[in-house]
């Protein structure tokens, strides 16, 4: 239940140089100068109306953001419960844990990358890794930004996987005793159980994900707290999970033949364009989403998006 890394602490600064493979001044003039390296790279307006920020990394911490995910975070064994951004898994691998089950409890983090601060990530790095104390502040320093994570780093999703490791094995274990299944997929945990459920049992599961959250200074966003009986249509990551296998709403399904056709229509008159090259590689990735819950329907609008595939321009 416990996500494990079993390799040897790092206890001094030279050692984590010479791990990252850079000297020991590179490391201290990149822990002091690491906020320079950070720059926005994207802004999206969610559905609430507020903005998700997505940073890159320049060319120099990012090399070494790499580095420190694959000398430390990917040696790192995972549970099942969490099911974000690792390797084999994702909202599929998700869903597969709550398919069919007579209720769903979702909830969902506010603004979890940003509200991750610094010192959450420094006890991450002292608590579950057991680094020394000025490892552990130089590795905090070198993947956050201005005192808190930042969505995009190569290393967020990991240390995200692990801010609660502790914690949250608990409340996992709580919950499985007594019937419930529980997954954190990064920012979207649920629960869900094969057996209907008493109001007490639900007040008792949010409290206990609400207490796990303020844990760390997260917050829970209550527009998207749900609680889904079977006998209502229960959603994940945006698809119907009622049945035994998960599948796209019909007028999400609608939406993409109707850029399928779009592109075809678009094809007679634009084929050469940067436009039409967008509207195609867009149209092309939503089917290809669509066609791992319906296969056949996914494979037909594939077959016509071929047919009107951009023309090179050499």
Not at 6 to 33: F, M, N
Not at 147 to 165: D, E, H, M, R, T
Not at 222 to 234: A, W
Request: charged share 30%; with cysteine.
């Amino acid at each position: 239940m416990i996500p494990k890394y079993s390799a040897k602490p790092v206890a001094d600064l030279d050692l984590l140089a010479k791990i990252l493979g850079i000297t020991r001044q590179e490391l201290d003039d990149l822990y002091h100068s690491s906020d320079s390296f950070f720059f926005l790279h994207e802004r999206k307006e969610k559905s609430d109306g507020s903005f998700r920020d997505t940073y890159n990394v320049k060319k120099r911490l990012k090399l070494i953001h790499a580095r420190i995910s694959n000398k430390f975070l990917k040696k790192v064994y995972y549970p099942d419960y969490l099911q974000g951004s690792l390797k084999d898994k994702d909202f599929l691998t998700n869903i597969k844990n709550h398919l069919g089950k007579k209720i769903l409890i979702t909830e969902d983090i506010t603004n979890f990358f940003p509200s991750i601060s610094k010192k959450v990530v420094f006890e991450v790095w002292a608590g579950f890794f057991k680094f020394s104390k000025d490892v552990s502040e130089y590795l905090a320093e070198l993947i956050t930004f201005k005192g808190n994570l930042v969505q995009g780093g190569k290393a967020s999703s990991y240390i995200c996987n692990l801010i609660f490791w502790s914690r949250e094995s608990e409340l996992v274990s709580y919950l499985a005793k007594r019937g419930f299944t529980y997954t954190r997929y990064v920012d979207d945990i649920t629960v869900s159980a094969n057996r209907i459920i008493s109001s007490k049992e639900k007040k008792d599961i949010i409290s206990r994900i609400y207490s796990l959250l303020k844990s760390v200074g997260a917050k829970p966003n209550r527009t998207k707290h749900h609680i889904m009986p079977r006998s209502e249509k229960q959603i994940m990551h945006n698809l119907n999970v009622n049945q035994n296998r998960p599948s796209m709403p019909k007028k999400k399904r609608n939406m993409i033949k109707a850029a399928v056709f779009e592109c075809e229509k678009e094809f007679q008159t634009n084929a050469n364009s940067d436009k039409y090259l967008r509207l195609f590689n867009q149209t092309m990735g939503r089917v290809n989403h669509m066609k791992r819950m319906h296969p056949r329907i996914g494979d037909a609008l594939q077959k016509r998006l071929k047919l009107v595939k951009p023309q090179n321009k050499s």
